[in-house]
C-alpha cells in the first residue's frame, strides 16, 4: 500500500504548495524592502518582527518543499549514537558508567 506522500498528486501538490508559500514569502519581502538598512532595533515594531519571522518561515517551508516535495517524509538511518535505548538497556547502561 502506497503511503500518502508516494502518490504523484500529492508531489504536485506539496510542491505547488511550496510555491504558493515562496510567493508568499516574496509579497511580504516586498512590504518590508522600504525598511531603510540603516534602522536600529529600537526602530523594529511588533509588525515589522512579525513580518520578518514570516518571510523566514514561508522562504524555508517553500524552499524545502518546492525542491524536495515527497522526499521530506522518507526515513533516514540513525547513527546508533543518536538512537534511543529500549529502557532496560538505558537503566544497565547508566548503571555500569557511574559504576552502580
Known amino acids: 500500500m502506497k503511503k500518502w506522500h508516494e502518490t504523484a498528486a500529492a508531489n504536485v501538490g506539496l510542491r505547488a ?10 509579497s511580504i519581502a516586498a512590504r518590508l524592502h522600504p525598511v531603510p538598512p540603516g534602522a536600529t532595533a529600537r526602530d523594529a ?7 520578518s519571522a514570516m518571510t523566514f518561515l514561508c522562504g524555508s517551508a517553500g524552499s524545502a518543499l518546492l525542491f524536495v516535495g515527497p522526499g521530506l517524509w522518507e526515513t533516514v538511518e540513525v547513527s546508533e549514537r ?4 529500549p529502557a532496560q538497556d538505558r537503566e544497565w547502561r547508566t548503571s555500569r558508567e557511574w559504576g552502580g
Open 45 to 51: 515594531t511588533s509588525l515589522l518582527m512579525l513580518l
Open 82 to 85: 543518536w538512537r534511543r535505548l
Open 17 to 26: 504548495g511550496g510555491l504558493v508559500l515562496l510567493a508568499i514569502c516574496w
